[in-house]
C-alpha cells in the first residue's frame, strides 16, 4: 500500500462546478498536508496548507483535513479553464521529507 | 516574495559532460531540497540540505553531486548522466527542516542525449 493515495484522473468538469480532490493516506503521523497545482511543464504551485485537522480557505479553493478517517480534500469553487492543471497532494511527518501522492489531472471546459 | 529561481530553464547535456544546475531563494529559509520529476509522475526526492549541511540523500547516484555554497544557494553537479536521466528537476525550500510551507522553483527541463 502506498503511503499517500491519489485518483489520477483525468477529471473533466464544465466551467463552474465545484471540483473535489482528494487523497488518502496510511501514515497517522503526518501533520503537513499541501496541495499543489502544477501546469504542464513547469514547477509546482503551493495553493494551500494546513497544519493538523481542519478546514483552511483561501479565495476560491478551500481545504480540508480529517486526520481520524485519514482523508485530505481540496475543493475549488467556481472553476474556471485556467484551473486545468494537476493537482498534487502532499504531506509530512515533521520530518525533512514531503511524500507526494501521484496527482490528479484536472480539465475545466468552458 | 515566495520565489525559488532555478538556471538553466532548459539544459540539453552530451553522456560525457559536465554541468550544473542552480537554485537560488531568498526567503531566509534554512533547508533546500532537490527533487526529480519524470513526466506524469510526482516529483521524488533526491537531496536534503538543512543549515547548508546534506541532511538527505535519498540513495542518489554519485553522478549527481550536490552543493550548497550558503543559505541562499544549491547547486547540482551533474557528471556522467545517462539519458534515462533526462526528467524536470526541481529545486525548493522551506522554513526549516520541519515542513512548513514549501515553495518550489520553475524547474531545469534536462535532457541527455
Known amino acids: 500500500q502506498k503511503e499517500v493515495e491519489q485518483d489520477p484522473g483525468p477529471l473533466s468538469v464544465p466551467e463552474g462546478a465545484i471540483v473535489s480532490l482528494n487523497c488518502t493516506y496510511s501514515n497517522s503521523a503526518f501533520q503537513y498536508f499541501m496541495w499543489y497545482r502544477q501546469y504542464s511543464r513547469k514547477g509546482p504551485e503551493l495553493l494551500m496548507y494546513?497544519?493538523?485537522?481542519g478546514n483552511k480557505e483561501d479565495g476560491r479553493f478551500t481545504a480540508q483535513v480529517d486526520k481520524s478517517s485519514k482523508y485530505i480534500s481540496l475543493f475549488i469553487r467556481d472553476s474556471q479553464p485556467s484551473d486545468s492543471a494537476t493537482y498534487l497532494c502532499?504531506?509530512?511527518?515533521?520530518?525533512?521529507?514531503?511524500?507526494f501522492g501521484t496527482g490528479t489531472r484536472l480539465q475545466v471546459f468552458p | 516574495d515566495t520565489e525559488v529561481t532555478q538556471t538553466p530553464k532548459h539544459l540539453v547535456m552530451g553522456m560525457t559532460n559536465k554541468k550544473s544546475l542552480k537554485c537560488e531563494q531568498h526567503m531566509g529559509h534554512r533547508a533546500m531540497y532537490w527533487y526529480k520529476q519524470k513526466a506524469k509522475k510526482p516529483p521524488e526526492l533526491m537531496f536534503v540540505y538543512s543549515y547548508e549541511k546534506l541532511s538527505i540523500n535519498e540513495s542518489v547516484p554519485s553522478r549527481f553531486s550536490p552543493e550548497c555554497p550558503n543559505s541562499s544557494l544549491l547547486n547540482l553537479h551533474l557528471h556522467a548522466l545517462q539519458p534515462e536521466d533526462s526528467a524536470l528537476y526541481l529545486c525548493?525550500?522551506?522554513?526549516?527542516?520541519?515542513?512548513?510551507?514549501?515553495?518550489f522553483g520553475q524547474g531545469t527541463r534536462l535532457t541527455v542525449v
Open positions: 502532499a504531506m509530512s511527518a515533521n520530518t525533512d521529507k514531503l511524500i
Open positions: 494546513t497544519y493538523s485537522s
Open positions: 525548493a525550500s522551506s522554513q526549516a527542516r520541519d515542513w512548513t510551507e514549501a515553495f
